[in-house]
Structures are given as structure tokens and as C-alpha cells.
């Protein structure tokens, strides 16, 4: 597996795939994003996928035989960094703590990603980073208790920086702004 089938297997961390149709959906607010995700997409598989705007963007593609890798590719194991940069893009967040004002780096699924959670807790911890599991947690409008793999502080920030290759222009751009000093006021 390449660097960016992984990437893109953390990707799918917030995307759908239907079995039945072979068809793959990510749905995102960022466009540039999708894009970028489209390309992996034709440069690993040779398909690209139609961008609509909804409420949000939609990439859709059906492909049996891009289904059918996707699925290998999951069999393979070894996820790493780049998994960990798919699944950031995905469904992270990067903020200042409101209490402390530290960074805080924020992965969450629902408890049908706890494996994909722990894949990635793997690959930060192999990195250098220190994370944390916490959870479960009923929030108000899942369905699903939710957890959440968090790391804590400017020295993880820097690392993950470093380490995990972030794809995402606003992620990018927030762990920029936040790793400044006059952030912090």
C-alpha cells in the first residue's frame, strides 16, 4: 500500500460506502479538499469521482473494482502516519483548550470507528506524539456513543506538524494560526 491509498483509507473515516451499489461518498465543507481526494483517487485507481454541491460538497463515485481494492487495501493493515493525516482530515479538529489555552488535537468517531481510532493512536504514538482514548460519550445528537483521541499541548502540535502529512487547506491553516505564540492571547 502507498502513501496515499493510506491516506486515503483514514480518509474514509467520514465517508460512506455502499456495498450494494460500489459506489464511495465523502461529503465535506471544503471543496479544495474533495478535490485534492479526487486526484488520489484517479493516480491510485484510475477513476475520478463527480463533485455536487448540496448543503455541503458530495464526491461520488461508483466503481466495483475501486470498491473491491478499498476493500484489500483494509485486509492489509499497517496503517501509519498518512492513515492518521487521512482520518485527521477527515473528522479532526484542531483548537485552544478554552481553560488551559493549549492546543488540543481532536479525532472523534462514533463507537463503530473505535478501531479506526486506535489504528491511528498507534501511527501518533509511533510518531512521537503522547495521545489519549477518552470515551464513551453520549452527546446529544448522536445516535452512537462517541470517542475521541485527543493530544494535548504545543509540544504534540509541533510534532504532528512535523509527522503526520495534513492534507486539508483549513486544518493546515488553523495549526498554523494556533501554533504561533500570539495565538495564545
Known amino acids: 500500500m ?82 492518521a493525516a487521512g482520518l485527521f482530515d477527515s473528522e479532526g479538529s484542531v483548537y485552544l483548550s478554552t481553560k488551559s489555552r493549549i492546543p488540543v488535537i481532536d479525532i472523534t468517531q462514533a463507537s463503530k470507528g473505535l478501531g479506526t481510532l486506535l489504528h491511528a493512536k498507534r501511527a501518533m504514538e509511533k510518531a512521537g506524539m503522547r495521545c489519549r482514548l477518552n470515551g464513551p460519550y453520549l452527546h446529544k445528537n448522536s445516535i452512537l456513543p462517541q470517542y475521541h483521541l485527543r493530544a494535548y499541548g504545543f509540544a504534540n502540535l509541533n510534532v504532528f506538524r512535523s509527522m503526520i502529512p495534513v492534507k486539508h487547506p483549513d486544518k493546515i491553516a488553523k495549526m498554523n494560526h494556533i501554533g504561533r505564540p500570539d495565538s495564545i492571547l
Open 2 to 83: 502507498n502513501a496515499e491509498e493510506e491516506y486515503l483509507l483514514g480518509a474514509l473515516g467520514d465517508a460512506y460506502i455502499d456495498e450494494k451499489r460500489n459506489e464511495l461518498q465523502f461529503y465535506q465543507k471544503n471543496l479544495e479538499w474533495l478535490k485534492q481526494i479526487n486526484e488520489i483517487l484517479h493516480r491510485n485507481f484510475g477513476v475520478r469521482g463527480k463533485i455536487f454541491k448540496r448543503d455541503v460538497y458530495l464526491l461520488r463515485k461508483r466503481s466495483k473494482r475501486l470498491t473491491a481494492r478499498i476493500r484489500e487495501l483494509l485486509k492489509e493493515g499497517g496503517l501509519g502516519v498518512n492513515f
